[in-house]
């Protein structure tokens, strides 16, 4: 009892110059902050083996957490996001100086655009496998309801796309959301005009699926998501809450229209400095580059006024906007994506929660694919439940729940 009295008298010792060979230390690394979403990691389990001179502490600054039998629990839910030392003491003095990264979460959102009606197999294949190689991984299929209107399809294959889009959700927690190229049997079946023109890649587009979002009215577009709701309720799924729009053609009306049909978050805004490939092809990279003029690399989360789709107010329009900051992988490289995730998380704790928005379109070939999976090699390096960082798989509507900073 007098040397517990003495050692607590004492305060917290001198880190060692070097940690004793003698003793092996054991707890994690990282530690994530709590938020809406992500359950605060504060209390971190402690071991440690070796020739233990008595009472074992674990001191961080002035308050010490004591060992029993060499093992115990420290309790850093208190501790903001920084570098927080451990200093390892025993009767004999202080034997070791290890150090826990207290962070936020880094939100990694992986995407696919159904932009067809019949996805490949080859590619559902793939998706299955790509849970497989990462099991950590979680995705948001923005589903085309035109699967379900496209007269071309057979019964058959309508239902074999639907099963597996049930599989991806039940078996590995992907989120099924929408996306929309207005494909005049989808908009027809609202009871809506079809338009065909402007096209983003120019001229006319007869079937309508180029014609961006903001070609109909506020209340048409509303008819349009409702009837896909409807859609997704007759095929077993619970109506979208989650979308990005195609060609990422959303404006406030857009946005108004989403909003009043139950969706809450949408990733329309888009980083279009990263697809400087289609300047000159019809009007999708100007349009972008004029619409989301203030998106780039590290734009974050954030809740569009009815005035602005790029930014927060006082007025907001009532969904969530989750930037596509590192876009779709038949628009940028690797490198690329891999770039837009460093830039965010270079490599320290973070203060605050950030996300990377990173995705694919359905018809994804062997080159993007490849893309995809290096990029993804990546950001499984800096995995949470690795203990290798603040990475976090996470789903679109997910992030509506986490405390994004104003």
């Known amino acids: 009892m007098f040397l517990l009295a003495l050692f607590a008298c004492t305060g917290a010792p001198d880190a060692p110059a070097a940690n004793d060979p003698a003793y092996t230390t054991t707890h994690r690394v990282w530690s994530l902050v709590g938020d809406g979403l992500t359950e605060d990691q504060g209390l971190v389990d402690l071991s440690v083996a070796g020739p233990l001179r008595g009472h074992v502490r674990v001191w961080v600054g002035d308050a010490a957490t004591e060992l029993v039998d060499g093992v115990g629990q420290l309790d850093l839910r208190d501790q903001p996001p920084g570098l927080v030392d451990l200093i390892w003491e025993d009767g004999g003095g202080a034997f070791a100086l290890t150090t826990v990264v207290r962070s936020a979460p880094l939100y990694v959102v992986p995407s696919v655009d159904w932009d067809s009606s019949d996805t490949r197999d080859n590619v559902m294949d793939w998706q299955f496998a790509l849970h497989q190689e990462h099991p950590e991984l979680r995705i948001t299929h923005l589903v085309g309801p035109y699967l379900w209107t496209d007269p071309e399809l057979t019964d058959d294959r309508k239902a074999k796309l639907t099963a597996d889009l049930a599989s991806y959700r039940d078996d590995h927690d992907d989120e099924i959301g929408l996306h929309i190229h207005p494909y005049c049997h989808l908009v027809e079946l609202a009871g809506v005009p079809c338009a065909t023109e402007p096209s983003l890649a120019g001229g006319v587009d007869p079937t309508g699926y180029a014609v961006p979002n903001w070609a109909y009215t506020e209340a048409q577009f509303a008819d349009i998501v409702a009837t896909s709701g409807d859609l ?78 790029q930014a927060g107010g006082p007025d907001p329009i009532g969904l969530l906007e989750v ?61 949470a439940a690795r203990d290798s960082g603040p990475v976090v798989y996470a789903t679109m509507t997910e992030l509506v729940d986490v405390d994004w900073p104003e």
Not at 276 to 287: A, K, M, N, P, R
Not at 342 to 350: A, Y
């Open 232 to 309: 997704f309720e007759a095929h077993g799924f619970a109506r979208p809450t989650s979308y990005r729009a195609g060609g990422w053609t959303a404006t406030t009306d857009i946005l108004r229209a989403l909003t009043s049909e139950g969706i809450v978050v949408d990733s329309s805004a888009n980083n279009w400095a990263r697809m400087e490939e289609w300047q000159g092809t019809g009007i999708l990279y100007d349009w972008n580059a004029e619409a989301w003029s203030t998106i780039g690399d590290t734009s974050q989360p954030y809740w569009p006024q009815q005035g602005d789709a």
């Open 323 to 383: 930037p596509d900051n590192a876009i779709l992988a038949d628009y940028v490289t690797e490198d690329e994506m891999i770039d837009v995730f460093d830039q965010n998380w270079p490599g320290g704790p973070l203060a605050v929660p950030t996300q990377v928005s990173m995705g694919w379109h359905d018809s994804v070939n062997a080159v993007f694919r490849a893309r995809v999976s290096r990029a993804l090699d990546r950001f499984d390096g800096g995995l």
